[in-house]
């Protein structure tokens, strides 16, 4: 599984960005997919999640402004990010729960977008 995020880029506060993040699957599912961000000299934040029903969680910090969805048949999902703030500002990675399941049994992994960045100026 190879995982492309794109749809970063530089806005002011209160604009908004649509980040993708589209997988390429030869074999197996994609369960999960999580979007985190990481800002300079921060730990890593779990942002948003979407499982392959489209059910959906959210950090407190972006309920209400930050959508994420998913589009199965096109193995790509998406971040919609309204009403964007300066403490937006970080690289935002997708990161996907994959399993396949094989005779001899389930195999599972994660796999991990290369970033994207994000920067909203005040």
């Known amino acids: 599984v190879q995982l492309q995020a794109s749809g970063g880029g530089l806005v002011h506060a209160g604009e908004s960005l649509r980040l993708s993040c589209a997988a390429s699957v030869s074999a197996g599912k994609i369960n999960v997919v999580e979007w985190y961000r990481q800002a300079p000299g921060k730990q890593r934040e779990l942002v948003a999640t979407v499982n392959s029903g489209g059910r959906t969680t959210y950090a407190d910090s972006v309920k209400g402004r930050f959508t994420t969805a998913r589009d199965n048949a096109r193995n790509t999902a998406y971040l919609q990010m309204n009403s964007l703030k300066p403490e937006d500002t970080a690289v935002y990675y997708c990161?996907?729960?994959?399993?396949?399941?094989?005779?001899?049994?389930?195999?599972?992994?994660?796999?991990w977008g290369q970033g994207t960045q994000v920067t909203v100026s005040s």
């Open positions: 990161a996907a729960d994959w399993s396949d399941i094989r005779p001899d049994g389930t195999e599972v992994a994660r796999f």
